[in-house]
């Protein structure tokens, strides 16, 4: 299959990933367009189904990071996500949406905008985007258990970010 | 917030625990602990909630994205460029057809339309239609690779029915219809 195949394929894959790293849907489709022109123009060497979608997820974390980086991370206004949220919660029949209160909402959302793009980054992977510590690891060259770590450390940030707020549960 | 004095279950442990990580014995050596340490319980459930809101932010985002027209938005790029190539083709080998055809049966009076010409024409635009069918049938047939792609698939099979109804693209794409 061909890498612009895997790109198709795989679309909804790289882009739950660039929506977790906080990015708006313009900018979001901004970065998928470049992951794709990267696919089109093709990878430095043949790679097969796996290795290419790996190859493709690398690109897209590392165009976000750039574009982080450029626009000093999460520019969406916390207010702009409370408002879309209040507004899909109306509309929303899942029960675990309509039992979540907008102090928690703020508070995670502070927390993300403040956390460390290294801890940031495998948490979206791995709670959005489905991938595990090894497919992690791969694609930010990390060892397993290094990826493990960071993941224990942004779950016990966030957890912490709640219990500081003194939200009851 | 509440301090972490507990010195049996580490916080590690208990986010393994949270995620359903950890072995069956262990979790219920977590759980039974869990039960009785006021500062485990609130972190477990701390570790629970804060990933639910947390997937409720991101859900939030991804609700603001135009969901369907992304993976048209890549295949028209890919698609844009296969029509350039087949429109090209299909307008080298009218133009060929057509001036061996001219040399062939040039017009006996300079007024008017031959036979002849014509005939041409119509051999011209049924070359044409059968092309753009056939590469139209082309690109449906890639994209149906794609299970996201099933509308649009239909839809393009359907246009092909339509408009070049007498050509063997249609007559496929009836089938894939049916």
């Given at each position: 299959m061909s890498i612009h195949s895997v790109f198709i394929r795989h679309i909804e894959r790289l882009r739950r990933l660039v929506v977790a790293m906080g990015l708006s849907a313009e900018e979001g489709q901004d970065i998928l367009q470049d992951v794709y022109i990267e696919a089109v123009k093709g990878p430095p060497k043949y790679l097969g189904d796996k290795e290419a979608l790996k190859w493709l997820m690398k690109v897209a974390v590392n165009r976000c990071l750039l574009e982080f980086r450029q626009r000093k991370r999460h520019n969406r206004a916390a207010s702009e996500i409370l408002r879309q949220w209040e507004e899909l919660k109306k509309d929303s029949s899942w029960p675990d949406m309509q039992a979540i209160h907008a102090?928690?909402?703020?508070?995670?959302?502070?927390c993300l905008r403040e956390m460390d793009e290294s801890l940031q980054v495998p948490l979206a992977m791995r709670y959005f985007c489905d991938l595990n510590s090894t497919e992690i690891g791969a694609i930010l060259d990390l060892e397993p258990g290094a990826v493990r770590k960071r993941l224990y450390k942004g779950r016990i940030i966030l957890a912490e970010a709640l219990l500081q707020k003194g939200i009851k549960l | 917030m509440k301090e972490d004095t507990c010195q049996i279950v580490s916080k590690e442990e208990l986010v393994a625990y949270a995620d359903g990580e950890l072995s069956p014995s262990v979790a219920g050596r977590i759980a039974k602990h869990v039960a009785k340490c006021p500062n485990c319980r609130s972190m477990a459930e701390a570790l629970q909630r804060s990933l639910q809101v947390t997937e409720v932010i991101w859900q939030t985002s991804e609700s603001q994205w135009p969901k369907t027209r992304l993976l048209e938005r890549f295949q028209s790029s890919k698609w844009s460029l296969r029509k350039?190539?087949?429109?090209?083709?299909?307008?080298?080998?009218?133009?060929?057809?057509?001036?061996?055809?001219?040399?062939?049966?040039?017009?006996?009076?300079?007024?008017?339309?031959?036979?002849?010409?014509?005939?041409?024409?119509?051999?011209?635009?049924?070359?044409?239609?059968?092309?753009d069918a056939a590469r139209l049938l082309a690109a449906a047939e890639l994209l149906s690779k794609y299970p996201e792609a099933e509308n649009s698939v239909k839809e393009r099979y359907q246009h092909i029915v339509e408009t070049y109804p007498e050509t063997t693209a249609a007559a496929e794409a009836r089938q894939k219809i049916q």
């Amino acid at each position: 299959m061909s890498i612009h195949s895997v790109f198709i394929r795989h679309i909804e894959r790289l882009r739950r990933l660039v929506v977790a790293m906080g990015l708006s849907a313009e900018e979001g489709q901004d970065i998928l367009q470049d992951v794709y022109i990267e696919a089109v123009k093709g990878p430095p060497k043949y790679l097969g189904d796996k290795e290419a979608l790996k190859w493709l997820m690398k690109v897209a974390v590392n165009r976000c990071l750039l574009e982080f980086r450029q626009r000093k991370r999460h520019n969406r206004a916390a207010s702009e996500i409370l408002r879309q949220w209040e507004e899909l919660k109306k509309d929303s029949s899942w029960p675990d949406m309509q039992a979540i209160h907008a102090e928690e909402v703020e508070a995670m959302m502070q927390c993300l905008r403040e956390m460390d793009e290294s801890l940031q980054v495998p948490l979206a992977m791995r709670y959005f985007c489905d991938l595990n510590s090894t497919e992690i690891g791969a694609i930010l060259d990390l060892e397993p258990g290094a990826v493990r770590k960071r993941l224990y450390k942004g779950r016990i940030i966030l957890a912490e970010a709640l219990l500081q707020k003194g939200i009851k549960l | 917030m509440k301090e972490d004095t507990c010195q049996i279950v580490s916080k590690e442990e208990l986010v393994a625990y949270a995620d359903g990580e950890l072995s069956p014995s262990v979790a219920g050596r977590i759980a039974k602990h869990v039960a009785k340490c006021p500062n485990c319980r609130s972190m477990a459930e701390a570790l629970q909630r804060s990933l639910q809101v947390t997937e409720v932010i991101w859900q939030t985002s991804e609700s603001q994205w135009p969901k369907t027209r992304l993976l048209e938005r890549f295949q028209s790029s890919k698609w844009s460029l296969r029509k350039i190539a087949a429109v090209a083709a299909s307008i080298l080998l009218v133009l060929g057809v057509g001036a061996v055809w001219r040399m062939l049966s040039r017009p006996t009076e300079r007024t008017g339309i031959s036979r002849e010409q014509a005939l041409a024409v119509e051999i011209k635009r049924k070359i044409s239609e059968s092309s753009d069918a056939a590469r139209l049938l082309a690109a449906a047939e890639l994209l149906s690779k794609y299970p996201e792609a099933e509308n649009s698939v239909k839809e393009r099979y359907q246009h092909i029915v339509e408009t070049y109804p007498e050509t063997t693209a249609a007559a496929e794409a009836r089938q894939k219809i049916q």
